[in-house]
């Protein structure tokens, strides 16, 4: 399986302020996904990170708020805007190859806004 | 759209015993796999084991395997000899094999403890 990282590890953010996150794969990958985790809680997907073109955002989740880059098949990036208390989550990426079906998970980054 | 029900929220265990985790899913979906993650509290999620749809024969990975009931919509965890490592919140997860939309749809969780 694919060694993901992802920066930063955690963050205490000021509420209007930005923060981007970024997730490094070992390897070139197929697809990179993102996904929320609030305080005990399920993951929820945010988006697809598609190499080259705009990412595909699930219900609920928008560009303006959740933009995304992925410049590679082994680098992806997360910005969560204009943030507010509500966005204190985990976010978490992940990454597969097609046609294995399995995804593998970064570490994680621990959002909390102040 | 799919759904997956875990309806045990907390699961606790003493060491060296047998546990059997729950979950349900519903969807119209005929191909598609199934997954268990593991969260220990360290956040990073691993993955346990898969199950095929079209298999018939059941996954096992060393001491946890599962009980994949198609028709029933079931597909339950089994962990065997439970070690204290084996304390985290598990989470079971369905994904369609339709091209381009192999999205993971996951469960709420139970959070297991392993008792020493």
């Known amino acids: 399986s694919a060694v993901i990282s992802q920066k930063p590890s955690r963050d205490i953010c000021q509420r209007g302020t930005s923060l981007t996150i970024q997730c490094q794969v070992d390897?070139?990958?197929?697809?990179m996904f993102w996904y929320r985790q609030q305080p005990g809680q399920s993951l929820t997907l945010i988006a697809t990170a598609n190499q080259g073109s705009e990412a595909t955002y699930e219900s609920g989740f928008v560009i303006d708020k959740f933009p995304i880059s992925r410049p590679n098949l082994t680098f992806s990036t997360l910005t969560v805007s204009n943030m507010s208390p509500e966005d204190s989550s985990i976010y978490l990426c992940?990454?597969?190859?097609?046609?294995?079906?399995?995804?593998?998970f970064g570490p994680g980054t621990r959002l909390t806004v102040t | 759209a799919q759904t997956v029900t875990q309806s045990q929220p907390e699961m606790s265990v003493q060491e060296a015993e047998t546990v059997t985790l729950s979950c349900t899913y519903d969807?119209?979906?005929?191909?598609?796999?199934l997954f268990w993650y593991k969260q220990p509290p360290s956040r990073q999620m691993i993955l346990v084991i898969r199950q095929e749809a079209y298999k018939q024969q059941n996954a096992t990975e060393n001491r946890f395997s599962v009980n994949f009931q198609k028709a029933a919509k079931s597909f339950s965890l089994k962990i065997s000899d439970s070690q204290l490592g084996d304390t985290a919140m598990y989470f079971c997860a369905f994904m369609p094999l339709n091209f381009g939309n192999e999205k993971l749809t996951f469960g709420t969780g139970t959070r297991l403890t392993i008792i020493p």
């Open positions: 969807t119209s979906e005929n191909n598609y796999y």
């Open positions: 992940s990454v597969a190859t097609q046609g294995t079906y399995e995804q593998y």
């Open positions: 390897s070139q990958v197929t697809m």
